[in-house]
């Protein structure tokens, strides 16, 4: 079976490549289908971790192994006491990148509407992380949330805390990125930080929250300033630890909040976000590739990151 894995190099460095020898998966029992892969989506800041050796890389002794959380498949066989999904059917599955699967129906899973493009779902993790960090920051209607980082994620977020009615700022250092979120339609302002660009142009006390997406060592403190009194900040994985001035904290009564995965309820709420316009995925699907091109996505992951925005892998 064909599979994408971490390895690890002669010179301790890592690679992610395609594999056609991987364990196939156990048949269905129970409430379980078998699935296989239609398209499956890069987890650009994970996989990233994974590559360079970060808080979520698994040790050089348990390679190689698989990982991403992104996997279209259609169902090709069903279990005995499965109710809801049938042979044919399309499923978003939090999967690893691999040709087939087995996961029960009431997994971490998404059965696909019709007028849902698959390829467009293969990034349903990314985003679905995005709906789950805008709903834990609960942007009220009119707030002013500033959006650090656009990439993936952070331009999901972008779209998901406009359509909550939230005034959504963002910044980055990568002006191609940021010609992409004007595209969109959707930021008050969109702000260049590279250089002096943020103590030049973000205010302290500007905003109600403020949700790092970017994980730059030592921004912490400037995030908490830019936060209103009581203000909130949220903190997305990438990092190891974090270090803050804590009277600056203790001034506004922060509250720092963190994320964890997704849920189903937010992959529901993100197909209905996409079905009815609210957000849009295909505009940032920058690589839609074969399984043969593989190699040299993850070389740039890895070594040049700017490069990606969304990408695709066609099984």
Same mark, same amino acid.
């Given at each position: 079976m064909k599979a994408i894995v971490i390895k690890l190099l002669p010179d301790k460095r890592r690679e992610k490549t395609v594999v056609t020898d991987w364990k196939e998966p156990a048949p269905p029992e129970r409430n379980e289908v078998l699935c296989e892969a239609v398209f499956t989506g890069l987890?650009?800041?994970?996989?990233?971790?994974?590559?360079?050796?970060?808080?979520?890389?698994?040790?050089?002794?348990?390679?190689?192994?698989? %990982?991403? $959380?992104?996997? *279209?498949?259609?169902?090709?066989?069903?279990?005995?006491? +499965? &109710?809801?999904l049938q042979v044919g059917d399309l499923i978003y599955a939090s999967v690893d990148h691999v040709e087939r699967f087995t996961i029960?129906?009431?997994?971490?899973?998404?059965?696909?509407?019709?007028?849902?493009?698959?390829?467009?779902?293969?990034?349903?993790?990314?985003?679905?992380?995005?709906?789950?960090?805008?709903?834990?920051v609960d942007p009220r209607i009119g707030e002013r949330v500033l959006i650090v980082g656009q990439g993936c994620i952070g331009m999901f977020a972008a779209q998901i805390a406009h359509a909550m009615g939230a005034r959504v700022s963002v910044c980055d250092i990568d002006e191609s990125r940021l010609e992409q979120v004007r595209?969109?339609?959707?930021?008050?302002?969109?702000?260049?930080?590279?250089?002096?660009?943020?103590?030049?142009?973000?205010?302290? %006390?500007? $905003?109600?929250? *403020?949700?790092?997406?970017?994980?730059?060592?030592?921004? +912490? &403190?400037?995030?908490?300033?830019?936060?209103?009194?009581?203000?909130?900040?949220?903190?997305?994985?990438?990092?190891?630890?974090v270090n803050y001035t804590f009277n600056v904290g203790q001034f506004k009564e922060i509250s720092i909040l963190q994320c964890s995965h997704f849920t189903r309820d937010d992959l529901e709420n993100l197909c209905r976000f996409l079905r009815q316009g609210s957000i849009k995925i295909a505009p940032l699907i920058r690589h839609k590739v074969n399984l043969n091109e593989v190699p040299q996505i993850y070389r740039w992951l890895r070594d040049e990151p700017m490069r990606l925005l969304g990408t695709v892998f066609e099984w």
């Amino acid at each position: 079976m064909k599979a994408i894995v971490i390895k690890l190099l002669p010179d301790k460095r890592r690679e992610k490549t395609v594999v056609t020898d991987w364990k196939e998966p156990a048949p269905p029992e129970r409430n379980e289908v078998l699935c296989e892969a239609v398209f499956t989506g890069l987890t650009n800041g994970t996989e990233r971790n994974q590559l360079i050796g970060g808080n979520y890389a698994p040790s050089d002794e348990s390679l190689p192994c698989g %990982g991403g $959380y992104q996997n *279209v498949g259609r169902v090709i066989e069903t279990g005995p006491d +499965v &109710t809801q999904l049938q042979v044919g059917d399309l499923i978003y599955a939090s999967v690893d990148h691999v040709e087939r699967f087995t996961i029960a129906e009431n997994g971490l899973l998404l059965k696909l509407p019709d007028d849902i493009d698959p390829a467009e779902a293969a990034l349903f993790g990314i985003s679905g992380v995005a709906m789950h960090c805008c709903r834990r920051v609960d942007p009220r209607i009119g707030e002013r949330v500033l959006i650090v980082g656009q990439g993936c994620i952070g331009m999901f977020a972008a779209q998901i805390a406009h359509a909550m009615g939230a005034r959504v700022s963002v910044c980055d250092i990568d002006e191609s990125r940021l010609e992409q979120v004007r595209q969109l339609g959707i930021a008050e302002n969109v702000f260049n930080t590279s250089g002096d660009g943020w103590k030049a142009q973000i205010a302290d %006390g500007s $905003y109600d929250a *403020v949700m790092d997406f970017a994980g730059v060592p030592d921004m +912490v &403190t400037p995030m908490i300033q830019a936060c209103k009194t009581r203000g909130r900040l949220l903190l997305v994985a990438g990092r190891f630890d974090v270090n803050y001035t804590f009277n600056v904290g203790q001034f506004k009564e922060i509250s720092i909040l963190q994320c964890s995965h997704f849920t189903r309820d937010d992959l529901e709420n993100l197909c209905r976000f996409l079905r009815q316009g609210s957000i849009k995925i295909a505009p940032l699907i920058r690589h839609k590739v074969n399984l043969n091109e593989v190699p040299q996505i993850y070389r740039w992951l890895r070594d040049e990151p700017m490069r990606l925005l969304g990408t695709v892998f066609e099984w």
